[in-house]
Nanobody
């Protein structure tokens, strides 16, 4: 069992930066691939970024490539999402998730956090 708690969301102006953190409980955190997803009002939850269990492979949605960076610190049981050059269309609730394999698909992840709100003003 893995419990996930996101933090770091907030209100930022367009062009600004935020770093989201996702703290995981459980000794087996390092065995899980981790992903970030987001959901804007009235829209489906969509893939943002993913990182393999050892951190050697990362994947990004085209909409965030070059602006967002996913990383993890297995010693701290934490995964991060550094978000730069934020745009109003990045406004959403951001969720972290843990799964057995690195994937862009929601169904590949077994554990989800409660989410953290990111709002980007124009």
């Amino acid at each position: 069992q893995v419990q996930l708690v996101e933090s770091g969301g907030g209100l930022v102006q367009a062009g600004g930066s935020l770093r989201l953190s996702c703290a995981a409980s459980g000794r087996t955190f390092s065995r899980y691939a981790m992903g970030w997803f987001r959901q804007a009002p009235g829209k489906e939850r969509e893939f943002v970024a993913a990182i393999s269990w050892i951190g050697g492979s990362t994947y990004y949605a085209d909409s965030v490539k070059g602006r967002f960076t996913i990383s993890r610190d297995n010693a701290k049981n934490t995964v991060y999402l550094q978000m730069n050059s934020l745009k109003p269309e990045d406004t959403a609730v951001y969720y972290c998730a843990a799964g057995a394999g690195t994937s862009i698909l929601r169904r590949a992840y077994d554990y989800w956090g409660q989410g953290t709100q990111v709002t980007v003003s124009s």
